[in-house]
């Protein structure tokens, strides 16, 4: 029963994503980036969907000046995506200011909530993209929600890191298709 629900689906492929990962880690594969989109809530059959209705993982390796795309889905299988490229590793590391600029706005709007009195209202459903970075250099996860927001509801895209890490999640997701 569980897995015909929209949590059993993301069970599903959150299980995927942790077995491959400890897969990357058994090969000694530390530098890789996960790439997540898809629609929380968005199995109300009126909700607007920019994305996928199921949430749908990218994950990116190098190794050997090639990048490696692995997607994962709940109910397919696929085979890995091999590209002559480091380029999405170089922005990231070109970038790296952006993600610990948008690591610090994270922190600060964690510490401003603790003064809050009111929290205004999350809808139902919205789409969102998640880009997690694990490098040696750098740690990072951002989530942008409905292409603007932040996981508190803050609009971001006049932040100027905004920007750079979009940029780079449209990136991967092009290669990726």
Same mark, same amino acid.
């Given at each position: 029963? +569980? !897995?015909?629900?929209?949590? !059993?689906?993301?069970?599903?492929?959150?299980?995927?994503?942790?077995?491959?990962?400890?897969?990357?880690?058994?090969?000694?594969?530390?530098?890789?980036?996960?790439? %997540?989109?898809? $629609?929380? !809530? $968005?199995?109300?059959? *009126?909700? #607007?969907?920019? *994305?996928?209705?199921?949430?749908?993982?990218?994950?990116?390796? %190098?190794?050997?000046?090639? &990048?490696?795309?692995?997607?994962? %889905?709940?109910?397919?299988? =696929?085979? /890995?995506?091999? +590209?002559?490229?480091?380029?999405?590793? @170089?922005?990231?590391?070109?970038?790296?200011?952006?993600?610990?600029?948008?690591?610090?706005?994270?922190?600060?709007?964690?510490?401003?909530? @603790?003064? +809050?009195?009111?929290?205004? /209202? =999350? #809808? @139902?459903?919205? #789409?969102?993209?998640?880009?997690?970075?694990?490098? #040696?250099?750098?740690?990072?996860?951002?989530?942008?929600?409905?292409? @603007?927001?932040?996981?508190?509801?803050?609009?971001?895209?006049?932040?100027?890191?905004?920007?750079? &890490?979009? %940029?780079?999640?449209? =990136?991967? &997701?092009?290669?990726?298709?």
């Amino acid at each position: 029963m +569980l !897995g015909k629900t929209a949590l !059993g689906q993301t069970a599903i492929i959150d299980k995927k994503l942790k077995l491959y990962l400890q897969s990357l880690k058994k090969n000694n594969i530390e530098s890789y980036v996960v790439v %997540e989109q898809g $629609c929380q !809530g $968005c199995e109300i059959e *009126y909700a #607007p969907k920019p *994305y996928p209705d199921d949430k749908v993982i990218y994950v990116l390796t %190098e190794a050997d000046n090639k &990048i490696t795309i692995q997607k994962l %889905e709940k109910d397919k299988e =696929h085979l /890995p995506i091999s +590209l002559d490229s480091t380029s999405v590793f @170089k922005m990231l590391k070109q970038r790296e200011s952006a993600f610990t600029s948008q690591a610090q706005f994270q922190a600060d709007a964690v510490e401003s909530e @603790k003064t +809050l009195k009111f929290v205004a /209202p =999350h #809808p @139902k459903y919205y #789409p969102y993209r998640t880009i997690r970075v694990n490098l #040696p250099s750098f740690k990072s996860e951002t989530k942008v929600i409905d292409q @603007k927001y932040d996981v508190n509801g803050t609009l971001i895209t006049n932040q100027k890191w905004f920007k750079p &890490i979009n %940029e780079i999640l449209e =990136h991967i &997701i092009r290669l990726a298709q």
